[in-house]
């Protein structure tokens, strides 16, 4: 697109802006009869008074919606021409749009337009700025499984861990969804791997608060469970949530929930493996028809302990989560062999005993 080209649609843009606030009032009836979200409304009636009461914001908003379109268009090459100018640049960071409002960033992730979001950030976008639902632009870019966008957003330095102020996380999302690819690279970039959620899940009388590794399970992503794992995840989650614990009167680790919801033997497999305490699940074994497989295996590993091997496995990974460098595992003085035992890998057909 040529310079004219792209300055003619900047000129649109700011006719099309204006015309739209001119039918705000016609529109907000319309939007009564449709909508019954009154968070929306709410933004919607305080966005309206701001662009007609305050004469500042009014112009910023202009500006900022022809931003936002830039982006919501997909078009790099106006943003940049845009950005060029200091009236824009200065609204780069400011939140616009109908509905929830959002920073360009916001929408670049949101959407998945990688250029357009690597324009914002290499003109000086803030990268962790919130929305009302205290989502940052990384989270909004996992929840869409943008894997480019989330990756950019991480090398930019974005915080891997979202808002503690938002209710769930990015690492949550990722397992929640099954991306296995998202929730590498959100780890590797030091998310918690622990996360917490603030949902509660109810699952009868008992419940738990939903980690990572729980839904993971619960939705049937066994790559993501294990990745998790990997990364330090803990084998016996639970809840420590003081103000949850009081409203559930049994918290259940991840391992009685997987064998309550029947999740599949591969699952209490590797909990056993990564070091899940075996002996706390309460079996209620005639209820158990359809997980006989994993139940034997549990009782199986309650009477036969582990290896003295495995279980310095387990020590070692517990020893390096615990001073945080399970990142570091690699720089481990130790042979191959042992190496691919630490992390879990294929052993090979020759097998060692200790
Ligand atoms: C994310 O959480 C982890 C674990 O709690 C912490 O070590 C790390 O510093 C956090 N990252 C940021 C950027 O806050
Ligand atoms: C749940 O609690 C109620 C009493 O609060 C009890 O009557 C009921 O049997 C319990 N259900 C289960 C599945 O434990
Ligand atoms: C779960 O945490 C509570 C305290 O928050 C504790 O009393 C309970 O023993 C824990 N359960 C397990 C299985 O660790």
Known sequence: MSRSQTLHRSEANSKYSFFNNKIVSSSLSLYLKNSFNSLALVYYVVGFFMLYLNPEDRED???????????????????????????????????????????????AA????????????????????????????????????????????????ANPNGSINNNCSPVLTAAREGDVEILKVLLQHGAEVNARSKVVLWDSNASISSGPLYLSAVYGHLD????????????????????????????KTVLEMCLRHGCGVEYIKLLIDFGANVYIPTLIIEKTTKQNEAVELLLKERGCPKSL????????RAYLRKINRMDRIDCLDMPPILMNFLKYREMPTRSVTF
């Not at 091997?309 to 070692?316: D, G, H, L, V």
């Open 61 to 107: 908003s202009k500006e900022s919606h022809q931003l936002i379109q830039a982006v919501s268009d997909d078009d790099d090459i106006l943003l940049a021409e845009l950005l060029s100018q200091e009236r824009f640049k200065k609204v780069i960071n400011k939140r616009s749009g109908w509905g929830i409002p959002g920073t360009p960033l916001r929408m």
């Open 110 to 157: 949101s959407r998945g337009h990688l250029r357009c979001l690597e324009v914002l950030l290499a003109n000086g976008a803030e990268l962790d700025s919130l929305d009302v639902k205290a989502q940052t632009p990384l989270f909004t870019a996992v929840r869409g499984k943008y894997l480019s966008c989330v990756l950019t957003l991480l090398k930019a330095g």
């Open 224 to 251: 993501c469970f294990k990745i998790l794992l990997l990364h330090g995840a803990d084998p016996d989650y639970n809840c420590t949530d003081e103000k949850l614990f009081r409203r559930i009167k049994q918290p």
């Open 309 to 316: 091997m495995s279980q310095c496995r387990i020590a070692i």
